[in-house]
């Protein structure tokens, strides 16, 4: 190829290469791919900021109480509703919190350890903030319980029966539902002297059954096996 040649196809070459150059800018120029690092931080801009919270139960004294399936509910502005259960080490952490918002939190179930029951129920004013793992300590104390089993007549179990507790000198109430074996067990109950009353009817007079002795700080749970344990319930149903 002669020099003429030569210098005739490049003029045609860079003829064609300013084309493509002009046809790109028409288009928009040439894309130039952003980098990881400019795309995090876009996403960091955009992204609301967030923190942790770990929720974990201790003793009266103080010690952790490694109390499992206690249920913890989480509650915010805004609707902000969450719940988890504590695993075996009486703990569970909550992730990707707004932060900047004043939370609630409620023990709203008692754990594998039914002897044991929340002090409060609830802790409010609870603030989280953006990149820190906040710690959040509930205690609970050692209490007693009360079970016993329903049967009518015939021997069969009453299920769905309101059993509840009174409290001679301390006053307190608490009460459970029996399951359909006719089992029940009325949990979080102080040392004293407690009246068992059976509830057929929230509109119907109690049925005054016992007093049973409870000792709190031994967690038992107090069988009243003379009235219901394979015993009947002196009324039809």
């Not at 007093?211 to 009243?224: E, K, L, M, N, R």
Request: no cysteine; proline share 4%; aromatic share 8%.
């Amino acid at each position: 190829m002669t020099f003429i040649q030569s210098l005739q196809f490049s003029r045609i070459r860079g003829k064609r290469w300013a084309v493509v150059f002009v046809a790109a800018l028409l288009v928009g120029g040439f894309a130039q791919p952003a980098s990881a690092a400019t795309v995090d931080a876009a996403q960091s801009a955009n992204a609301a900021p967030t923190g942790t919270l770990t929720v974990m139960i201790i003793t009266t004294s103080g010690q952790k109480l490694p109390l499992a399936n206690v249920v913890v509910g989480l509650y915010g502005p805004l609707q902000f509703n969450v719940t988890q259960r504590t695993d075996a080490t009486g703990q569970t952490t909550f992730t990707g919190l707004p932060a900047g918002s004043q939370y609630t939190v409620q023990v709203s179930q008692r754990g594998d350890q039914g002897a044991w029951t929340r002090l409060s129920n609830y802790k409010e004013n609870v603030s989280v903030v953006a990149g820190h793992h906040l710690w959040q300590a509930l205690r609970m104390r050692l209490a007693g319980s009360i079970g016993g089993r329903i049967v009518n007549q015939s021997g069969v179990p009453v299920a769905n029966l309101m059993v509840r507790a009174y409290g001679a000198v301390t006053r307190a109430s608490e009460y459970d539902y029996t399951d359909a074996d006719g089992y029940y067990v009325v949990r979080g109950l102080l040392t004293d002297n407690y009246r068992v009353e059976l509830v057929d009817d929230p509109g119907s007079p109690l049925i005054i059954r016992r007093v049973v002795p409870v000792s709190a700080q031994h967690g038992d749970i107090a069988q009243t096996a003379v009235d219901y344990i394979n015993g009947v319930l002196q009324r039809p149903y």
